[in-house]
């Protein structure tokens, strides 16, 4: 069964939230963990983390995935802004985990001008002292599309991150595939041929989670900017690609395009209508 859902807002409470994802016929989500673009967070109450968790299990949602906030930078040569990052991540690995979310997801950073190496060295030290090893929750690194100084647009620099943290088992990859198509990682054309490399680099069984989202701006374009569904670069052909991938299609898919409640709705009955429409012609055709 296709795991989707689309990020959603917290504004009114994680409970509304888990109410408003059920309305739009999805079966997982993805929120922010606090303030995207602040430092402020909510807390929940016992029962309100109750109340939540038992919407979730009886409903059957997927795997579900919390997304750090933008000003995080665990990247950053800056002292205040990387020790606010140091916070910002150990706080939001115990909050989320918590409130049982399968994952955390982040930008892995930017080096703003001290090179990758050392970015990288700041990433991994930010993380040791965040992860205990006894959490349930995963923490992703998140495929960047490689604009200005960011960390984290090739499968290389992933790895090094991974392979350089105390609590290893603790870290996943979740691919955007508008970043790795802005990255240089051609999924329209040779889709097969870039998950042959993910797995020859970090291995398959490190991703988690796909951020589902079409490309405004072309191949390798090195540019951040999301299309809904089918309305970019990437095209929906290749998009419906990516979800009937046998090595992909069990994973949780997360849209994060600018709609609202209702216009995702559609987005998710749409795609569900696409896939069993191309599933019906290939059985016909077999």
Same mark, same amino acid.
């Given at each position: ?25 999805? *079966? ?6 606090? *303030? ?51 916070? +910002? ?8 985990? %918590?409130?049982?979310?399968? *994952?955390? +997801? ?15 060295? *700041? ?70 041929? +870039? ?24 191949? %390798? ?62 059985? %016909?055709?077999?």
């Amino acid at each position: 069964m296709l795991t989707i859902g689309t990020h959603m807002s917290i504004a009114e409470g994680i409970v509304k939230t888990a109410e408003n994802v059920v309305k739009m016929e999805a *079966n997982t989500m993805q929120i922010f963990s606090r *303030n995207p673009r602040g430092s402020g967070y909510r807390s929940y109450s016992a029962e309100e983390t109750e109340r939540f968790l038992d919407i979730k299990r009886d409903k059957g949602f997927g795997p579900l995935l919390a997304h750090a906030p933008y000003t995080m930078n665990l990247a950053s040569p800056r002292e205040t802004v990387y020790e606010f990052a140091c916070m +910002v991540i150990k706080e939001d690995i115990a909050r989320m985990d %918590a409130l049982e979310m399968e *994952n955390l +997801v982040f930008h892995p950073g930017s080096h703003t001008g001290i090179g990758t190496e050392e970015g990288i060295r *700041n990433i991994i030290a930010g993380l040791n002292g965040a992860i205990t090893g006894e959490e349930h929750i995963t923490v992703l690194l998140e495929t960047m599309s490689g604009k200005g100084t960011e960390i984290g647009a090739s499968f290389e620099e992933l790895k090094a991150i991974r392979d350089g943290v105390e609590h290893p088992e603790k870290i996943g990859i979740c691919l955007d595939t508008c970043h790795v198509f802005a990255a240089g990682y051609d999924i329209v054309h040779d889709l097969d041929g +870039v998950l042959e490399e993910f797995d020859r680099i970090l291995g398959l069984d490190l991703l988690r989670a796909i951020h589902l989202n079409d490309s405004m701006m072309p191949f %390798a374009s090195r540019k951040d900017r999301h299309a809904t569904f089918g309305n970019g670069e990437i095209g929906m052909e290749a998009l419906l690609g990516v979800l009937r991938h046998p090595r992909l299609k069990e994973l949780p898919f997360y849209l994060e395009t600018p709609l609202d409640d209702a216009g995702h709705k559609e987005e998710i009955r749409r795609i569900r209508e696409l896939l069993e429409d191309r599933q019906g012609n290939y059985e %016909a055709e077999g």
